[in-house]
């Protein structure tokens, strides 16, 4: 079974101050994924990154920085939290092996910013 | 513009009634798939159908690429099939995206 894990679980942050949240993948997938989702949406993408040491943009990637130094970890940061940045995040991973493009997906991190 | 849209938002259904959700897109796709979430849970793959019909279960998917959509059929439900149902697309570069949702309540 693919196995993401993400950390925190849950963070209340400051405005202003610096987050980083984390994600780990044993499954070893090339791409990996940051979305965040908002009550009663769907998920928007942040960043992606499909090799080591290498991001890409998403759709909403103002106020996010990623970094991937691993195939293993992806983190998302927040250099100066927001209160608009208060919502759940996801990291994923992709596999593009056997199951040709299944998303495997993390437990989410709560954040939320004071 | 919203990539994908979802239609219903919501839906109650009385237990062992049949569900039919749809899905659509801007763009012609060949990387469709759908997923449940319960309420701050996190999401799992039910089906990943590029094209055609697949099913599992009691899950049937159906994708039309030429109409752009995709549809995902829950036969007999149940109480606890509640939850949020969503689909997602590749567009290019890998980017995938999802839409809002279908929010799902079976009552006993």
């Known amino acids: 079974e693919a196995a993401v894990t993400q950390s925190p679980r849950s963070k209340v942050a400051v405005t202003g101050g610096k987050v980083t949240l984390s994600c780990h993948q044993t499954n070893n997938h090339d791409y990996m994924y940051w979305y965040r989702q908002d009550t009663g949406h769907g998920l928007r993408l942040i960043h992606y990154?499909?090799?080591?040491?290498?991001?890409e943009k998403g759709d909403i990637p103002d106020g996010y920085k990623a970094s991937r130094p691993s195939q293993e970890n992806f983190s998302l940061i927040l250099e100066l939290a927001s209160l608009s940045q208060t919502a759940v995040y996801f990291c994923?991973?992709?596999?593009?092996?056997?199951?040709?493009?299944?998303?495997?997906f993390g437990e989410g991190s709560k954040l939320t910013v004071l | 513009e919203q990539q994908v849209q979802q239609s219903p938002a919501s839906l109650v259904l009385q237990e062992a009634e049949n569900a039919e959700l749809q899905c659509s897109f801007s763009?012609?796709?060949?990387?469709v798939q759908w997923f449940y979430q319960r309420p701050g849970g996190r999401l799992v793959s039910l089906l990943y159908?590029?094209?055609g019909t697949k099913q599992s279960g009691r899950l049937t998917s159906t994708t039309v690429i030429k109409e752009r959509r995709s549809s995902l059929h829950i036969s007999s439900s149940q109480i606890t099939d509640s939850g949020t149902y969503l689909c997602a697309m590749d567009l290019h570069n890998n980017r995938i995206f999802f839409g809002d949702g279908t929010q799902l309540v079976v009552k006993p």
């Open positions: 994923a991973s992709r596999d593009w092996g056997r199951n040709t493009g299944q998303l495997y």
């Open positions: 159908n590029p094209s």
């Open positions: 763009i012609f796709t060949n990387q």
């Open positions: 990154s499909y090799v080591a040491d290498s991001t």
